[in-house]
Each structure stands twice: as structure tokens, then as C-alpha cells.
């Protein structure tokens, strides 16, 4: 286990709802990336936090957002959802000092937009 | 955006097997991981690279760095039936923010022969 967790492991909206999605970093970890893995694909890059501010964000609309709390822990908010956005959503927790050191992942969030 | 093409998509193993599979991009990485997904659960890293050339070994796996910094590969030796799972190569082009996330290829799913 890597100590990342996320919450909750399951989730069903219908198109136009909004969600949020929490992730607790792993112990000693101050950056959190966000991804959204399609089914069949590998994970993208939604949004990378580091002490409270967005640090890096991929190729995804501003109704993806999200925070980051003193904590470390984070959420990520989608609103307007469409059928689309169903997937997992992976967090991923790490240290960062003058680099960025490797990526450990929680288990995601099944999102199902119906 | 960036794209990883990793091969094969799918193959099929017998215990005891050697197994093959590499990532190749035409952008060059300073990094590049190599995860195992299995289902309902995130990516768990397997083998990080962080120099050109570098060859890393854990238990059975081996992974290299390749020396244009645009390829890796991972080999499995002696398969075990627990090594069936979804296989992910990903690439880091530098150390934080948008240059810090990780770009993932779409997966080796490996399978027993029946």
C-alpha cells in the first residue's frame, strides 16, 4: 500500500451535477497530481497541487478545479458534468523539494455519469 | 499533446515465460516509470529511471533507460501467474508543475495462456 487514500471509491452522478472527489497524500508527501484514466487508456494529466496552489495543469476544461488543503490532502471539483467525464480518477502524492520525486498512487474514484 | 507508443497492447503468457514490452516517444524524458494496474486499483510503481542508459532491476522485472532518452523497455523473467495485470510505461519531462507530471502510455495487458 502506498499510503495514499482517496474518497469515495464509487460514485454516480447524472449529466449536469457537480462532484467532489477527495485525496489524502501519503504521510510526509506535499504535492498532489490529479488524473483521469478512460476505460481501455492510460491516465491523464488533470492538475498538480503544491502547497495550496494549482502547480501544472494538463489539457482539461476550467470546470475541472481543485484545492489543496494546509494538511496536504485534496479535492477535485468538476462541475457541469457529461457523460464523458465518467473514469477513474487517480490521485497521486510526492515530495517536493528542489525536484519533484516519484509518484505514488491512491486507488481512485470510479465516476459514473449517466 | 505528448503521447507514449507502447507495445505490445496485449499478450498472452505462459508460466514460467520471458516477457517483453516496450515505450518508445519522440519527445525526449528525464524520467521514465514503469507501473502495474490491477483492476479496481491505481497504478503501483514497479521500477524507476532516472538516467540514460541506466538499467535497474527489481526481483524478476529489469527496466532500461534507453540512451536517446526517448525509449525504455521492461522485462519480466520466469513469469508466475500474479504477474498478469495491466503494465504502464510513463515519461517525466522535467521535475515540477506541467513539466512534472507524468505522460502514460496506453498499457500492456498481460493475460494467461489458456
Known amino acids: 500500500e502506498t499510503g495514499v487514500t482517496q474518497s469515495p471509491t464509487h460514485l454516480i452522478k447524472t449529466r449536469g451535477q457537480q462532484v467532489t472527489l477527495r485525496c489524502s497524500s501519503q504521510?510526509?508527501?506535499?504535492?498532489v497530481s490529479w488524473y483521469q484514466q478512460a476505460l481501455g487508456q492510460g491516465p491523464q494529466f488533470i492538475f498538480q497541487?503544491?502547497?495550496?496552489?494549482?502547480?501544472g495543469r494538463g489539457n482539461f476544461p476550467p470546470r475541472f478545479s481543485g484545492l489543496q488543503f494546509p494538511n496536504y490532502s485534496s479535492e477535485l471539483n468538476v462541475n457541469a458534468l457529461e457523460l464523458d467525464d465518467s473514469a477513474l480518477y487517480l490521485c497521486?502524492?510526492?515530495?517536493?523539494?528542489?525536484?519533484?520525486?516519484?509518484?505514488?498512487f491512491g486507488p481512485g474514484t470510479r465516476l459514473l455519469v449517466l | 499533446g505528448q503521447q507514449l507508443n507502447q507495445s505490445p497492447q496485449s499478450m498472452f503468457i505462459q508460466e514460467g515465460e520471458d516477457v517483453s514490452m516496450n515505450c518508445t516517444s519522440s519527445?525526449?524524458?528525464?524520467?521514465w516509470l514503469w507501473y502495474k494496474q490491477d483492476p479496481g486499483e491505481g497504478p503501483v510503481l514497479l521500477i524507476a529511471?532516472?538516467?540514460?542508459?541506466e538499467l535497474t532491476s527489481n526481483g524478476r522485472l529489469t527496466a532500461q533507460f534507453g540512451i536517446t532518452r526517448k525509449d525504455s523497455f521492461l522485462n519480466i523473467s520466469a513469469s508466475i501467474p500474479s504477474d498478469v495485470g495491466i503494465y504502464f510505461c510513463?515519461?517525466?519531462?522535467?521535475?515540477?508543475?506541467?513539466?512534472?507530471?507524468?505522460?502514460f502510455g496506453k498499457g500492456t495487458k498481460l493475460s494467461v495462456k489458456p
Open positions: 519527445s525526449i524524458f528525464n524520467t
Open positions: 497541487y503544491y502547497r495550496e496552489e494549482e502547480n
Open positions: 497521486a502524492s510526492s515530495l517536493s523539494g528542489i525536484y519533484q520525486e516519484t509518484q505514488y
Open positions: 504521510s510526509g508527501h506535499n504535492t
Open positions: 529511471l532516472y538516467k540514460a542508459g
Open positions: 510513463a515519461g517525466q519531462l522535467g521535475y515540477g508543475g506541467s513539466q512534472g507530471n507524468l505522460i
